[in-house]
C-alpha cells in the first residue's frame, strides 16, 4: 500500500530546513569551536567547506528524497541497490547518535531561560565562578533537562510535523533572525569589536590548529544538517515546484550568516568585557549559556526583557534541530519495520534518551564518563566525544557516499530532471555545471583528503 506523503507548502521547505539547520550548531558550536581554533583561517576555510562541499551536497540529498519519496534507507535501495542503503543506514545510526548528545546541550537553554526570567525581575546577579560548572557536573538536573527537551521533540513528532512545526517555525524564525540582528548592532558599539572583527576576519594560518581542517568539514556537515539523510527526508516533503539549487543556497546562506552574527556578538562581549574574557578561556563550553546573559543585563537597551526571550528562542531553535533528527528515525521505523507512527515516535525517542544518560552524566557528575577520552586534547567526556564521532566522522563519511552516489552512480538524467536546471533551448545551466562538478570531484575529493589526513595520525597524536 503506498503511504500518502505530506507536502511542504510555499515556503514550509525552506523553513523545516532552515530549522533544521539552524540551531545549537550556529548559536553554540561555532563559536565555541572557532574560538577554539583561533578565528580568521578557520573561519575562511569553513566558508570554503560550506560552498564547495555543503552546497552541493545539500542539493545531492534533497534530491534524492524529492525524487524517491522516501527516507534515506529504501531511497538509497531505490534509487541504487541493496548495498547503497547501507549510506541510509549509517545515516540513522548517526541520528541516533547526535541525538542523544544535543539534548542535553538543548536543555541547558531551558535553565538560562527559567534564570533569566529570574533575574529580570528581581535584578541580575553576576555567577560565581565555576557557577556553569556545578551545573553541568548537577548529574540528575542534567538528566532531568535533557528528558524534558526530549520529551517535548518527540510530543510534536507524534502529532506530526506539519501543522506543528511548520507553523512555529513561520513565527519563530523571523524573531531569531530580528533578535539576533538587533544584538549585532548593541554590540557594534563596544569597545571589543574592533578586535572581534580582527578575530574573526583576517587570516593568520600560522595560528590554525592541525586539526582544525578536519573540523570545518566536520562541522559544515553538522551545522546544515547534512552528512545522514535529515534533508533527504525534508526533501521528500517538497514540492515539486520548487528550484532545490535556489533552496539549498538559501539554506546555506542563511545559516552561515547566523552563525557568523553569534561569533560577532559572543567575541564582542569577551572582548569588551575582561572578567568574561578570563572565564571564557578556561571554558567556552559556556559561551552561549554564560557571556550571553552578562551581555543581556549589562550592556544592552531593553537586555532584561530580551534575555528570557533570546533563551526560548534557542530552545526553539535547537527544537527544530532535534525534530529534524527525530523525524529520520521516526520516518525510517515506519516505514522499515511498518510501526505506527506513535510507536515509532516512543522507540525512537527512548532509544535517543538511553544514550542521552550517559552524555548528561559525562559532565561532571560521574568522574568515568567524563574522563573518556578517545580523540585527545579538550575532548574528553562522553559527550564531546559522541559529537566527535558523530560530526567529525560519521557525517563526512555518510556525505562522502551521498557525493559518490550522486556524482558517480546515479543516473545522469535523473539527477539533472530532478535538479531542473535548463536552459530555454534544452542544455544544462552553468549553474548545473559547478554543481556537477563540485559533487562528482572537488566535494568528494576535499572530504576523503580530510579523512585521508586523519587516518595518516594528525588526529590521533
Ligand atoms: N544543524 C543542526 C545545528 O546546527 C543540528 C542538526 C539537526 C543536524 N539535524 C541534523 C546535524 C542532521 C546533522 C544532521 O544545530
Given at each position: 500500500m503506498k503511504k500518502k506523503r505530506g507536502i511542504f507548502g510555499r515556503f514550509g521547505f525552506i523553513l523545516a530546513a532552515t530549522g533544521s539547520a539552524i540551531g545549537l550548531g550556529n548559536l553554540w558550536k561555532f563559536p565555541y569551536i572557532t574560538w577554539h581554533n583561533n578565528g580568521g583561517a578557520f573561519v575562511l576555510i569553513y566558508l570554503a567547506s560550506v560552498i564547495v562541499i555543503g552546497w552541493p551536497i545539500m542539493m545531492?540529498?534533497?534530491?534524492?528524497?524529492?525524487?524517491?519519496?522516501?527516507?534515506?534507507?529504501?531511497?538509497?535501495?531505490?534509487?541504487?541497490?541493496?548495498?547503497?542503503?547501507?549510506?541510509?543506514?549509517?545515516?540513522?545510526?548517526?541520528?541516533?547518535?547526535i541525538l542523544g548528545y544535543y539534548t542535553v546541550i538543548a536543555g541547558w537553554a531551558i535553565t538560562s531561560f527559567t534564570k533569566c526570567l529570574g533575574w529580570s525581575f528581581s535584578g541580575y546577579v553576576k555567577p560565581a565562578a565555576g557557577a556553569f560548572d556545578n551545573f553541568t557536573g548537577n548529574g540528575l538536573l542534567q538528566l532531568f533537562l535533557s528528558f524534558i527537551f526530549s520529551v517535548i521533540t518527540a510530543l510534536i513528532i507524534w502529532r506530526g510535523v506539519k501543522k506543528g512545526i511548520e507553523r512555529t517555525t513561520k513565527i519563530l524564525m523571523p524573531i531569531l533572525f530580528g533578535i539576533l540582528i538587533y544584538l549585532v548592532i548593541m554590540v557594534l558599539s563596544l569597545p571589543g569589536i574592533d578586535e572581534t572583527f580582527k578575530f574573526l576576519f583576517t587570516a593568520n594560518f600560522a595560528d590554525l590548529p592541525s586539526t582544525a581542517i578536519l573540523e570545518s568539514v566536520g562541522h559544515a556537515f553538522f551545522t546544515l544538517s547534512l552528512g545522514?539523510?535529515?534533508?533527504?527526508?525534508?526533501?521528500?516533503?517538497?514540492?515539486?515546484?520548487?528550484?532545490?539549487?535556489?533552496?539549498?543556497?538559501?539554506?546555506v546562506f542563511l545559516d552561515t550568516l547566523i552563525a557568523i552574527g553569534a561569533c560577532i556578538i559572543m567575541f564582542?562581549?569577551?572582548?569588551?568585557?575582561?572578567?568574561?574574557r578570563e572565564s571564557v578561556s578556561a571554558d567556552p563550553i559556556g559561551m552561549l549559556f554564560v557571556t550571553l546573559p552578562n551581555l543581556f543585563y549589562t550592556q544592552i537597551p531593553f537586555g532584561s526583557t530580551l534575555a528570557p526571550i533570546f533563551f526560548i528562542l534557542v530552545g526553539f531553535a535547537a527544537l527544530s534541530s532535534t525534530i529534524s533528527l527525530l523525524e529520520v528515525l521516526v520516518s525510517f521505523l515506519v516505514d522499515k519495520f511498518k510501526m505506527g507512527r506513535h510507536k515509532a515516535t516512543v522507540v525512537a525517542a527512548a532509544s535517543a534518551y538511553a544514550i542521552s544518560i550517559f552524555a548528561a552524566l559525562s559532565l561532571g557528575a560521574i568522574p568515568f564518563l567524563s574522563k573518556l577520552n578517545i580523540f585527545g586534547e579538550g575532548k574528553d567526556g562522553v559527550l564531546s566525544t559522541l559529537d566527535h564521532l558523530a560530526s567529525n566522522w560519521m557525517l563526512p563519511v555518510g556525505g562522502l557516499f551521498i557525493t559518490i552516489f550522486v556524482g558517480w552512480f546515479l543516473d545522469k538524467k535523473i539527477c539533472q530532471d530532478e535538479v531542473n536546471l535548463y536552459k530555454t533551448d534544452g542544455s544544462p545551466k552553468l549553474s548545473y555545471k559547478f554543481f556537477r562538478f563540485l559533487i562528482k570531484f572537488i566535494a568528494p575529493l576535499a572530504i576523503l583528503a580530510v579523512i585521508i589526513a586523519v587516518i595518516l595520525g594528525q588526529d590521533f597524536s
Open positions: 545531492a540529498e534533497i534530491l534524492i528524497g524529492r525524487k524517491t519519496q522516501k527516507n534515506p534507507v529504501p531511497a538509497f535501495e531505490e534509487l541504487g541497490s541493496k548495498k547503497w542503503s547501507a549510506v541510509g543506514w549509517l545515516g540513522v545510526t548517526t541520528g541516533l547518535v545522514m539523510g535529515a534533508m533527504i527526508t525534508y526533501g521528500s516533503y517538497m514540492s515539486r515546484k520548487e528550484s532545490i539549487a535556489r533552496n539549498a543556497a538559501l539554506v564582542t562581549i569577551i572582548f569588551s568585557v575582561p572578567a568574561v
